[in-house]
């Protein structure tokens, strides 16, 4: 069966990093398309990030590129999203998510989608 884990998480101060991790298990992530999400306090989930199942990259606006990076390690079915300089803004719940219908598509945020259960990040001083 198809999981998803995300890890990495936790308690930084304004301007720490945190390296998210989203781990697959029951199949071959490399050929799927993987997308991270954010539902920050208060808000609507968000999607953040695309990584392809072809390595390519889909950035949505709730995407900072001078302080978030995302990339993926087929060899261990693991995709990251590596956050600089956070700010409090960033706060929330972070999840990943595959396309259920269309594995190779980046996911829209069907709730019938394989998630993870999320990984909450709180930047606070």
């Known amino acids: 069966q198809l999981q998803l884990v995300e890890s990495g998480g936790g308690l930084v101060q304004p301007g720490g990093s945190l390296r998210l991790s989203c781990v697959a298990s029951g199949f071959n992530l490399e050929q799927y398309s993987v997308t991270w999400f954010r539902r920050a306090p208060g808000k609507e989930r968000e999607r953040i990030s695309c990584t392809g199942h072809s390595g390519g990259f889909t950035h949505f606006p709730a995407f900072d590129g001078s302080r978030f990076t995302v990339s993926r390690d087929n060899t261990k079915n693991t995709v990251y999203l590596q956050m600089n300089r956070l700010k409090p803004d960033d706060t929330g719940v972070y999840y990943c998510?595959?396309?259920?219908?269309?594995?190779?598509?980046?996911?829209?945020?069907?709730?019938?989608?394989?998630w993870g259960q999320g990984t909450q990040v709180t930047v606070s001083s």
């Open positions: 998510a595959i396309n259920k219908m269309f594995g190779e598509r980046c996911s829209k945020g069907a709730e019938d989608d394989y």
